[in-house]
């Protein structure tokens, strides 16, 4: 595997906002999303940012492999 710095950083930036996008979809789609974080519990921002972190990795792991090993 052989692959640039520019292409590294696409993938993670790409796999970083797709993956935001996802999890708060998801976040709004489940209902722990409020309109202002200061409205949020504490178990809906740990929900919401659990399912970011989770989506963006499984964005960028996707985009990994498809793009980078192959």
Do not use: H, P
Not at 39 to 62: F, H, P, Q, V, Y
Request: hydrophobic letters at 55%.
């Amino acid at each position: 595997m052989i692959a640039d710095f520019l292409s590294i950083g696409m993938v993670t930036v790409i796999g970083l906002m797709a993956g935001t996008a996802i999890g708060l979809f998801i976040g709004y789609l489940v209902k722990t999303q409020r309109t202002c974080w200061a409205d949020m519990t504490g178990r809906e921002k740990t929900i919401n940012i659990a399912l970011i972190i989770i989506c963006s990795a499984i964005c960028i792991a996707g985009l990994a492999w498809r793009f980078l090993l192959n």
